[in-house]
T-cell receptor
Framework: KNQVEQSPQSLIILEGKNCTLQCNYTVSPFSNLRWYKQDTGRGPVSLTIMTFSENTKSNGRYTATLDADTKQSSLHITASQLSDSASYICGQADSWGKLQFGAGTQVVVTP | KAGVTQTPRYLIKTRGQQVTLSCSPISGHRSVSWYQQTPGQGLQFLFEYFSETQRNKGNFPGRFSGRQFSNSRSEMNVSTLELGDSALYLC????????????????FGPGTRLTVL
């Protein structure tokens, strides 16, 4: 069973709108939580990395939040652009450095 | 600074064959990690090499092996290929600093698309 679960599996949003992606993790012990963006045919690109002491981290129009108590993280995309169409992957590292990833959320931004 | 490069980009093999994939990390990076990505399973960690030593390993059979050279370049080998090995194989490099290695940002290459027929 995957210990990092993402929702929704996919979503379609209109250009200019906001959206929020969810990530639930159960990997223990926790070290850090990462969000990646993966364009079709390319490798993932890091958006944010957060330790358990960080609640929020932003990278341009991307804002990630972390709730270590409920073991949930979210990625908020503000004022979406066509170039935001991609797969967004949540990954969690344990204290030994091993990363586990969710299956990803496929985001499609339409004009 | 050049990014992570992987060769070849595409590969077609038949069942039972073996394959070797190559990864050149960003200059100065000493850690190289390998991942398998499939539509059904997502990204799965294979192993990590740091200074020519395997430092971390995922839950894959022994048919999957790797090594790292003194210049930090890494190779991954899969023997006795099975249909289920068809996937995108990604490598990622990072500084791999001992004290904060779990926090090191990883930079991914474009991947090698392996198809097993």
């Amino acid at each position: 069973k995957n210990q990092v679960e993402q929702s929704p599996q996919s979503l379609i949003i209109l250009e200019g709108k906001n959206c929020t992606l969810q990530c639930n993790y159960t990997v223990s012990p926790f070290s850090n939580l990462r969000w990646y963006k993966q364009d079709t045919g390319r490798g993932p690109v890091s958006l944010t990395i957060m330790t358990f002491s960080e609640n929020t981290k932003s990278n341009g129009r991307y804002t990630a939040t972390l709730d270590a108590d409920t073991k949930q993280s979210s990625l908020h995309i503000t004022a979406s652009q066509l170039s935001d169409s991609a797969s967004y992957i949540c990954g969690q590292a344990d204290s030994w450095g091993k990363l586990q990833f969710g299956a990803g959320t496929q985001v499609v931004v339409t004009p | 600074k050049a990014g992570v490069t992987q060769t070849p980009r595409y590969l077609i093999k038949t069942r039972g064959q073996q394959v070797t994939l190559s990864c050149s990390p960003i200059s100065g990076h000493r850690s190289v990690s390998w991942y398998q990505q499939t539509p059904g399973q997502g990204l799965q960690f294979l192993f990590e090499y740091f200074s020519e030593t395997q430092r971390n390993k995922g839950n894959f059979p022994g048919r999957f092996s790797g090594r790292q050279f003194s210049n930090s370049r890494s190779e991954m080998n899969v023997s006795t290929l099975e249909l289920g090995d068809s996937a995108l194989y990604l490598c990622a490099s990072s500084l791999g600093l001992a004290g904060g290695r779990v926090y090191n940002e990883q930079f991914f290459g474009p991947g090698t698309r392996l198809t097993v027929l």
